[in-house]
């Protein structure tokens, strides 16, 4: 308790009134927050308005491990290529069971947090996600709605229908792998 | 050729977008977004200019994006309402709220994932609902790389839709699976007005309809095309490319080209690869010929044909092309010694010669060497059957500066050589058999013994004649020793510390163990191995040069790491 004393706190409020408490280190992983606290707003607590407490907790998971990372590697003396990978393992584990609307949130609250980290993984797994998916999948999956007309649905498939071709070649090269 | 090939076989597509994030200020007027309406209006037909993105760009799409946008960042952070980020990056968005928001993603968000995607993902993404079709169509718009794979039986009609959304496309990397006609390069025409750089590669089995006529209009209209590859040019028929913007202009599947006029004073790389049809009656002479009026700075050159003759390479030599530094004549097996000769008489800066499939011998390998001894880089004798180990040897040996020398299919057996003529685009597996057969019947072996301070890519495969192998080579990154059939695993000596690639495709299991033992166990305590080595019977003991170890002691680390980085590839 006596080095929590040491070091400084933050508070953070999420949108449905949950109060978090971090390490000003943890918070200034979001630039965005780096930026309120060196501006000195450190007092207060800060809300958070748009991202709700079970996401607030996955964002500040993230941040804890990033000052982790960032505190490990500069005692210990790895090559470059090992963090990488490892990151990049971490970074899989942490994406890995994130359901598409939990994925959305955390989204939005890395980019308005400006968390850049968190973004990237965020995008890399949607991308992973929607890739191979038709239409219809990706609005399942992602909860929008539909609003085209039929009209405008039919045109804009059969603008792209070429694309959805089901073609041996690459189902050939895939399936070899 | 080999390059091609592997872009090839690269992603079936892939696009390239400039990254930068969203701004938190007008795309308009560049006063803070929060609170702000803008009056200042844009231009339709002049949307926001593309930031200078290039390739270069993508290396570092994961690095934090460049400051200048955190300024206002304070703001975005507001708690009355709920404020989104508007991304112009493309062009300004309408200020509805309804764009603003996409489902459950904010735009923001979304254009960072669309950017991302593949254009069949994209494709996908834009059915999904109108916020995610306009911001689709905006990713397109502000694409400047996209390389697309048109799969066989789809209309090359859909090709246009799409391209025609791509109105600030910069290059353009096409892989057709189906035929192909002018159509395609008019649909070019008319939606990319700023294409810099064109690239149709056609698959196997896909006719190019193009006609000679057709590529010059092309090449004529576009003032801004810079690079230009076709693949499959079968129906040309002749050549007219007259272009003042033209520096790079690669044409392969040629046949038959009645007449040639490349008239492009900036082209400083050509390739033209003929089809390695006999009927070919292409008259090289008179095309090289054309080259000192047409092209004076070309600087890369490269031919395949099997007409090439010496008469088409004294010509290249009267041409006297000042900028010439790679030349590369290929399949032409009219080169010889004396094509060589006023090569090198003309020709003296030359950095790389690749005369794969010609029929020069020793003596010609060492005029190259006493012209070039400061400036080759690479040299390529591929398929050259009149060179022997020791014209190799004496070329690693006198030109200090070579980084790669392919003697590919070089030292083989005398049975296998009626063969090579054949087969030397490829050799299916069955051929390979019956070389290995043969090779039995005819033991011709020859020794290899190369000491090299600067080679990297050292490529041997297919040198069945090989016996004996000893390689020092401190800088060697890649060896191929593919179907070295008759290379005696005991014969084999490598002191190649920084190998990375080994390529061992049909060599014997016994020689695969004696490389995996030499790169990985026998490396770590060479100096109890040296001089003397055991001959397989255990009957002899040979004496192997021993080369002044040019590897620190000390470097027990580095040896550790270039142990993980190496790779044997068998198959």
Redesign the interface.
Known sequence: MSESTEKKMVRLRSSDGEVFEVEESVAKVA??LQ??LE?DCADAVI?I??VRAPILTKVIDYCKDQVMISSSSSTTNNPNERTEQERKAWGQKFMEGVDS?TL??L??AS??L?I?GL??L???K??SM??????QE??DM???????TPE??EE??N???????R?P??KKRSSSK | MQQRQLSLDADEASLKRGKKRGSYNCGRCGLPKKGHSCNVTVDPTNPAPPSSRSRQTQLDYYQPSPSGHHHHLRRALSFDDDDDVVVDHVEPVSDDEESETCGPLTWTCLVEVLRRAGPKSLLSAAQVCRGWRDCARRMWRSTEELSLRVPPRSRLGSVGSLLQKCSGLLRLTLRIESDLDATLLACIAFSCPNLEALDIRTAENAVNWISGDELSRFVAEKKCLSTLKVEGCTNLGFLNICSSSLSTLWLSGLHSISRTAINCPKLKELSLEFSGQENDSTDLVTMVDSFERTCPRLRNMHIASVRLSHDAALSLAQANLRDLRMLSLVLGTGITDASVASITSTYTNLELLDLSGSSISDSGIGMICNVFPQTLSRLSLAHCPNITSSGIQFATAQLPHLQLIDCGMTISDPSVEDLTAEQQTCSTESNYDERVNKAKHHPMYQKLIIKHGRLRKLSLWGCSGLDALCLNCPELNELNLNSCTNLHPARLLLQCPTLENVYAVGCGDVLIEAIHNQIFNDFVSETDHFPRKRLADGSKRVFVPCFPSQQPSDDGKGRRAWQSRCNIRVN
């Open positions: 630039k965005t930026d309120m501006e809300p308005t748009c609307s959305c949130e989204l939005v980019n308005f400006n850049e973004l990237n965020g995008v890399d949607m991308v929607i890739q191979g998916k038709y239409p990706i609005r992602f909860n929008v709605v539909n609003d085209f405008e649905e804009i498939r603008q792209n229908a070429w694309a959805f071709e073609d070649y690459y």
